[in-house]
Every structure is written in C-alpha cells, then in structure tokens.
C-alpha cells in the first residue's frame, strides 16, 4: 500500500476531518509554508533524533530548530543527536527522503512535539511525498499519535 493511502487509510478508520493539499514541489517546511499559503508556525516539520540505536520523531513548526540541549532534557536521553537521513530512511519505507509525515505511531517511532505546535488550532504536514500535504486540527493529531509536548526548539 502507498504510504499516502496508508496514511489516508488511518485517519479514514478514525474518523478524522483533514483535508490533502496537492502543491509544486516542495523539500523544505518553509517551502511548505510558503506554496500552501499558511504560516510557517502551522506548518509541522519532523525532525528525526537518534539516542543510541532508537529513534523518535521531534515535530515543531517549520522556522524553528531543535534545542538539542532542551530535547535532551525534555526526553532524559543525553546521548541524543540529530539523525542523517541515511540512518533512518529505511524507516519510513516508501515515503520521500526528507517528506515523512509526523505520525510516528505507524512506524513504530515514538512523537514528541514542542508545545509551540501544540497551541495552533491547525496543522499542515508532508504525506509522504514534496508534493501532497495534509492538514488537520491539531486536537485530532494529537488524539491519533498521544505525542509528548515539551519545549524543543532553540531558545
């Protein structure tokens, strides 16, 4: 099944109103932003940190960065690290480098988002591809994937 459709599938069975955005190409979250139309702060970009041999995904708007400091904090582990694309592709089987979609909970990869994110009434992220996004209520994403909410971006 494409990722997109598994994605779809999801939050079909669930029961979740979100709407998919077809767009130009796209590689970055301020790209995103920029052809959707939405504030860069609506606009949900997935990180992926590395502690050890595990994974997670870190979830915060699209003009801000990771506070590896506040993330190691946040999540206890001090070993952890921004992960390269090339560890982690094979994660996200069938998605494009780079356009995975913040809904670790369907890769066995657990979410944790900055509360910045959590406050915005709508969300808008990659579905798999630098063409397609998806855009949501917050609410339903977080009911969906139960994500940590903690202060992640740099100061």
Same mark, same amino acid.
């Given at each position: 099944?494409?990722?997109?459709?598994?994605?779809? *599938? +999801?939050?079909?069975?669930? #029961?979740? !109103?979100?709407?998919?955005?077809?767009?130009?190409? /796209?590689?970055? %979250?301020?790209?995103?932003?920029?052809?959707?139309?939405?504030?860069?702060?609506?606009?949900?970009?997935?990180?992926?940190?590395?502690?050890?041999? *595990? +994974?997670?995904?870190?979830? #915060?708007? !699209?003009?801000?960065?990771?506070?590896?400091?506040? /993330?190691?904090? %946040?999540?206890?582990?001090?070993?952890?690290?921004?992960?390269?694309?090339?560890?982690?592709?094979?994660?996200?089987?069938?998605?494009?480098?780079?356009?995975?979609?913040?809904?670790?909970?369907?890769?066995?990869?657990?979410?944790?988002?900055?509360?910045?994110?959590?406050?915005?009434?709508?969300?808008?992220?990659?579905?798999?591809?630098?063409?397609?996004?998806?855009?949501?209520?917050?609410?339903?994403?977080?009911?969906?994937?139960?994500?940590?909410?903690?202060?992640?971006?740099?100061?």
């Amino acid at each position: 099944m494409l990722p997109l459709n598994k994605l779809k *599938e +999801f939050l079909d069975s669930s #029961l979740v !109103a979100y709407e998919v955005l077809t767009h130009p190409v /796209a590689f970055t %979250a301020q790209q995103l932003a920029v052809v959707q139309h939405v504030k860069g702060k609506q606009l949900a970009k997935v990180v992926v940190a590395r502690s050890g041999s *595990e +994974f997670m995904m870190i979830v #915060l708007p !699209a003009p801000y960065h990771v506070g590896l400091q506040r /993330a190691r904090a %946040a999540t206890g582990r001090q070993d952890l690290e921004i992960a390269h694309e090339s560890e982690f592709a094979s994660l996200f089987a069938g998605c494009e480098q780079g356009a995975m979609p913040p809904f670790g909970n369907l890769y066995n990869v657990p979410v944790w988002v900055d509360e910045s994110l959590a406050q915005d009434e709508e969300i808008v992220f990659n579905a798999c591809t630098h063409t397609q996004a998806i855009k949501m209520k917050y609410s339903d994403f977080a009911r969906l994937v139960h994500p940590t909410v903690a202060i992640l971006r740099m100061p």
